[in-house]
């Protein structure tokens, strides 16, 4: 039994650029906050660093000849803000060409481009500014974004702001497990703030370009589960819910910040003071689409002691934890529960009516190894057709979901996590660059050609 997806639908793969591009300081490029982070002790596991990467900046030749072998029609992938505008204001040609390079690339391949303006990669210089708890970032963003659309928005139609603000926020900030690796919860809650408003303004930038294009956000989702169904548990899982979903997606959707949320942060004494007049009605600009990333659910519980110590990003929400994750894990650590994902889109269909989502990442890591030349990972071939059932499921109840990009293309560096942690469809092998196809890779292929999913 073959389960089709709808006509038209759109098959991608996505990257982002600090994670594959390397050449960190080719023609011009300023160093982000990646650089920095990754350049101090301790940062990043075995002290990896993304100078080099998978070369893509030197290589993105073969990467996307790769792309069309499989045939894949799509391809997500960030820009480099620091590449762009090394000191994050001003053009640097030759950062803008590689782009341009690539884009061209892509479409004489027949593969249709989709950009990311941010992929966590902020400019260090603005980061020596404040970084996004500094509000004028948001709107040096939406400078950078209209300096980027006018020179590809003649051939890229679809342009995503920024890719996962709960990360940059609260991981960056928050637990400082990413760039810049700052702890300071207040900051982080601002940081989230400026980050939607840069996308509202940005969104703006973009439109008052002209031109036809389709303007979306990516958000990473965690569906909350609890153990026991009584009202401590559920009102966990609720903080833990507005903190990781509703935080972004509300404001995004016009209803602003959820005032319950607001509640739960208040001590913190930082988000309200930070909401200027007319804030939130930038920061709702009508979507085209929203950009959905599932990975895995998150386990909530009832906290009783508020001074305790909590796995939450953002530990200064009172009175809950998230427990560890259960059942089968990927090599991240991270559960696999592809119902998980279902239940997810079809909140959402129910959420947000009327708007058309797209999953912008979906994958998983596992230790691969090359054998004679293959890549026998059976395990990733496994988590996508369950995921993929998963998104088929929703489809077939109502959800509209426009497409699905898998996460990730190449093997690549995994923030925090170095070389250690392995996503790709493509092996990389990150001394000598060789690149070799995972069965996985093949798997999607085959669905991508079939449009459709054999026997789930
Ligand atoms: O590698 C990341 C990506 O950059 C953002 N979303 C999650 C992926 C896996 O951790």
């Known amino acids: 039994m073959t389960r089709s997806f709808p006509a038209g639908f759109r098959w991608g793969t ?54 069309s072998g499989l045939g894949i029609p799509y391809y997500r992938f960030s820009v480099a803000w620091s590449r762009v505008m ?33 992929h966590w990669d902020l400019p260090q210089a603005l980061q020596d500014e404040g970084g996004w708890p500094n509000r004028d970032v948001a709107s040096l963003f939406a400078d ?8 590809l ?37 601002v940081a989230g703030h400026h980050l939607l408003l840069a996308h509202g303004q940005a969104a703006q930038a973009l439109r008052a ?33 507005f903190l990781h979903n509703r935080f972004f997606l509300d404001p995004l959707l016009g209803r602003g910040y959820p005032p319950e949320l607001l509640a739960d942060l208040d001590h913190l004494g930082t988000l309200e003071p930070a909401i200027a007049d007319g804030d939130l009605e930038v920061i709702a600009q009508p979507l085209d689409v929203l950009g959905v ?21 953002l530990p200064g929400l009172r009175g809950m934890d998230v427990l560890p994750p259960r059942g089968e894990l990927t090599s991240i650590g991270w559960e696999q529960r592809p119902e998980s994902f279902t239940d997810l889109l079809l909140w959402l269909r129910g959420h947000c009516p009327g708007l058309p989502l797209v999953i912008a990442e979906n994958g998983a890591a596992f230790e ?12 990733r071939v496994r988590y996508f057709a369950e995921h993929l059932g998963a998104v088929h499921d929703a489809i077939e109840r109502g959800a509209d979901i426009r497409g699905y990009m898998a996460w990730s293309l190449l093997d690549n560096f995994e923030w925090a996590m170095g070389y250690t942690k392995r996503f790709g469809i493509v092996h990389v092998d990150f001394e000598t660059q060789e690149r070799t196809l995972k069965d996985s890779a093949r798997f999607f292929a085959d669905v991508v050609a079939r449009n459709g999913l054999i026997g789930l």
Not at 144 to 151: E, S
Not at 293 to 313: G, H, I
Not at 368 to 379: A, F, K, S
């Open 14 to 67: 996505a990257t982002a650029s600090y994670q594959i591009e390397g050449s960190a300081t080719a023609d011009g490029r300023g160093p982000s906050i990646w650089d920095t982070f990754s350049a101090e002790p301790g940062r990043v596991a075995d002290g990896a660093t993304g100078d080099r990467a998978c070369e893509h900046y030197l290589r993105y030749d073969e990467d996307v000849d790769l792309l």
């Open 86 to 118: 090394p000191d994050g204001r001003a053009i640097e040609p030759r950062g803008l060409a590689f782009y341009d390079r690539l884009v061209d690339k892509l479409l004489q391949r027949g593969i249709t481009p989709m950009v990311t303006l941010y």
């Open 144 to 151: 950078y974004a209209q300096t980027v659309h006018k020179a």
């Open 153 to 189: 928005g003649d051939r890229v139609r679809q342009w995503t702001t920024i890719n996962e603000p709960f990360c940059a926020a609260f991981i960056g900030y928050g637990n400082g497990d990413h760039a810049p690796g700052i702890q300071d919860e207040g900051a982080a809650l």
């Open 209 to 241: 370009n002209g031109g036809e294009q389709e303007v979306s956000i990516v958000l990473n989702f965690a569906p909350v589960l609890t153990d026991v169904d009584d009202a401590t548990h559920r009102e966990a899982a609720r903080k833990f819910d």
């Open 293 to 313: 990333n599932y990975y895995a659910p998150a386990r909530a519980v009832p906290l009783d002691d508020p001074e305790a110590d909590s796995n939450c990003p």
């Open 368 to 379: 691969d190894e090359v054998v004679d030349g293959r890549v026998h990972d059976e395990q």
